[in-house]
T-cell receptor, first 115, second 113 residues
Framework: EPEVTQTPSHQVTQMGQEVILRCVPI?????FYWYRQILGQKVEFLVS????????KSEIFDDQFSVERPDGSNFTLKIRSTKLEDSAMYFC?????????????FGPGTRLTVT | QKEVEQNSGPLSVPEGAIASLNCTYS??????FFWYRQYSGKSPELIMS????GDKEDGRFTAQLNKASQYVSLLIRDSQPSDSATYLC?????????????FGAGTRLAVHP
């Protein structure tokens, strides 16, 4: 069964450093998403992406964050200058299309630890 | 602010019993609703989606939706210890587009032998 994959599974970085989290969405999916979950808290939407453009972003997704589809398979989330409060699990998700009937499938996540 | 509310639990049920998980949402025009299961330290795993009022069954799982009451529930029949996890209710709001899911905080289910 096709699945979303993410690398690395765990990333440790120092405050102020840049990190890039990588995702390979399900191959026939066209919509891609990033969510994060701070330990013990809700899963929070960050951004959605379609046709090489951001289609929606949350308040969390400020200028420190960017997303890119650098090739036909990868989807990346970059945090330019990490802060301690960026420590969280980051989940990539994808869906076949947009609309209420389309389900989002999540990758295994990247645990980001900022020290 | 659109909200999705769940009882945090833990909900403790004996093996073989029916577990009932509930969720309410604030955005009256929301159209699609999802239940995810999340084991500790793992990612959300989609269990079921529901869009129409009434019941939808898939194996041991039944999702129930009542849009008038802004209420969605998940029933797990013949609960097994392997069902012990946190169950997340997620809503795809219409306003603001279909581009995101809003999650509840989750209900922790513990199935004891």
């Amino acid at each position: 069964e096709p699945e979303v994959t993410q690398t690395p599974s765990h990333q440790v970085t120092q405050m102020g450093q840049e990190v890039i989290l990588r995702c390979v969405p399900i191959s026939n999916h066209l919509y891609f998403y990033w969510y994060r979950q701070i330990l013990g808290q809700k899963v929070e939407f960050l951004v959605s992406f379609y046709n090489n453009e951001i289609s929606e972003k949350s308040e969390i997704f400020d200028d420190q964050f960017s997303v890119e589809r650098p090739d036909g398979s990868n989807f990346t989330l970059k945090i330019r200058s990490t802060k301690l409060e960026d420590s969280a699990m980051y989940f990539c998700a994808s869906s076949e299309a947009q609309g209420p009937a389309y389900e989002q499938y999540f990758g295994p996540g990247t645990r980001l630890t900022v020290t | 602010q659109k909200e999705v509310e769940q009882n945090s639990g833990p909900l403790s049920v004996p093996e073989g019993a029916i577990a009932s998980l509930n969720c309410t949402y604030s955005d009256r025009v929301s159209q699609s609703f999802f239940w995810y299961r999340q084991y500790s330290g793992k990612s959300p795993e989609l269990i079921m989606s529901i869009y129409s009022n009434g019941d939808k069954e898939d194996g041991r799982f039944t999702a129930q939706l009542n849009k008038a009451s802004q209420y969605v529930s998940l029933l797990i029949r013949d609960s097994q210890p392997s069902d012990s996890a946190t169950y997340l209710c997620a809503v795809n709001p219409v306003s603001g587009g279909y581009n995101k899911l809003i999650f509840g905080a989750g209900t922790r289910l513990a199935v004891h032998p």
